[in-house]
């Protein structure tokens, strides 16, 4: 009995220490267990954050992502393999189930090793392009290492991405210089706004094969600010999806390694980069959560928004056209151990929309009021002239945060007959309302004066 509560006090420990919005199990697959000392720095990180982690080889027997219908992992890491194949337990459909399910994968590629075909097929299944020809990889003559790379110009000195346009929020902004050796470029899709960039490369790089024995490249795969060296998706359920185009940026040679650039000696933040990368992707930050969202009429409640979210009879399902109405929402951030209060960028705001088929108002929502763990968030507005079935809506999605499509479904009436203002009440009726009475004054005034007169009285000359 001691060893079975031992057990189960252990397993509690690790659930609560795990950091992840979405749990803590983590399924590291590496092809060849020589190679797990490379990365023991990355993954000594991630079990210090909370992360179990599982090695697997990818042809184990035992390897599967899924058990009893469920995911029996919440996160992926996939490394670089030697081999085309992963095996029948990583295909490029259960691969996607995966994502489905909700699970995140970070996918690391590398130049020296040939693309596993689940890998292209996953990739080319999201919109993401890679270069078919293997040992194909980026080199910048102007932005590299001249200390690992004098020759080949093949390791890449970046600075951390940052600078992303107004109303985004950045979760990889840090200081000092990213390596990034040997990385294979990707170019995202133009039609899908899932896709956004992390870390682009420099105007001056392109995609080459040192295979290719001719000094001039005349059709490179892509140039300059078309290739990504670091990639993201988010999927409409919110899984997330990350290709980092060079796996050695996870490899202990490369973290916190001397290197030079134009001359200047640097020191590399390899691991800073790696831990904002695999907190993004293993949701630990920019995940958004909705707590309580009330509306109510303003009859009876004081025109100001009132920043306690305890107002009675809240949520009717029975409006009234052009009636006022408040509405408040409580979200919160997930930031690495703990919700915050949501921050939207700036230049960004959080939208309500009360919709029919299509919105009828789209209202920008401006925090009112925060708590220790939540910003709540209100507006007040007046139900359009439209009686019918509409919607409270708020479909927040924006790059790097986790989607928000919230729903609360109401009833807008028309006036009943004892609501509707009486005539008088009404200050355009009153020159109808004063024609009719003018009209009846005047009709007395004309039946009094025709019973009240009498004829002329006047002598009859008779005549034979």
Do not use: C
Not at 261 to 282: H, L, M
């Amino acid at each position: 009995m001691r060893w079975l509560f031992a057990s189960l006090l252990l397993a509690l420990l690790g659930a609560v220490q795990a950091i992840s919005y979405t749990g803590g199990r983590l399924l590291v697959v590496l092809e060849e267990q020589s190679e797990r000392e490379k990365y023991t720095a990355f993954f000594g990180d991630l079990e210090s954050r909370g992360f179990h982690l599982t090695v697997e080889s990818p042809k184990s027997e035992s390897l599967s992502l899924f058990k009893h219908g469920a995911r029996a992992y919440d996160h992926l890491l996939l490394l670089p393999a030697k081999s085309k194949g992963l095996g029948p337990a990583l295909t490029a459909n259960l691969l996607l189930d995966f994502m489905r399910s909700e699970g995140n994968i970070l996918l690391a590629l590398s130049s020296d090793h040939a693309t596993p075909t689940a890998v292209q097929s996953l990739l080319l299944e999201v919109d993401i392009q890679i270069p078919s020809d293997k040992g194909a990889l980026v080199v910048d003559h102007f932005n590299y290492d001249e200390k690992s790379a004098a020759d080949k110009h093949d390791v890449l000195l970046l600075p951390f991405p940052q600078g992303l346009k107004t109303g985004v929020k950045n979760y990889f902004a840090g200081e000092g210089v990213i390596a990034v050796p040997k990385a294979v470029g990707q170019v995202l899709g133009n039609d899908s706004p899932l896709l956004a960039p992390v870390l682009r490369a420099p105007s001056t790089a392109y995609s080459y094969n040192p295979k290719d024995e001719a000094d001039i490249v005349e059709e490179p795969f892509a140039v300059g600010g078309q290739l990504n060296l670091v990639s993201s998706l988010q999927a409409h359920n919110s899984a997330r999806l990350t290709v980092l185009g060079s796996a050695e940026i996870l490899q202990n040679a490369w973290f916190a390694e001397k290197a030079t650039i134009k001359g200047k000696a640097v020191t590399t933040a390899n691991r800073d980069f790696a831990a904002k990368v695999s907190e993004w992707t293993f949701k630990e930050t920019g995940v958004l959560k909705v707590g309580k969202l009330v509306h109510y009429p303003d009859e009876g409640v004081s025109k100001k928004l009132n920043s306690s979210l305890a107002i009675p009879e809240n949520n009717p399902k029975i409006y009234r056209i052009k009636s006022d109405v408040n509405f408040q929402v409580e979200v919160s951030e997930y930031s690495l151990t703990h919700l915050t209060p949501y921050k939207p960028a700036f230049g960004d705001h959080v939208q309500l929309e009360f919709s029919m088929l299509s919105p009828f108002q789209r209202l920008n929502l401006a925090p009112i009021s925060q708590t220790a763990n939540s910003t709540i968030f209100g507006v007040s507005f007046k139900t359009p002239d439209q009686h019918g079935i509409f919607n409270f809506r708020i479909n927040y999605q924006r790059p790097f945060l986790t989607n928000v499509d919230e729903k609360r479904q109401v009833t807008v009436r028309h006036f009943a007959h004892d609501e509707w203002p009486r005539s008088w009440q009404i200050s355009g009726a009153w020159v109808w309302i004063g024609g009719i009475w003018v009209t009846v004054a005047g009709w007395v005034a004309f039946v009094a004066l025709w019973l009240w007169s009498k004829p002329a009285e006047g002598s009859l000359k008779k005549t034979q």
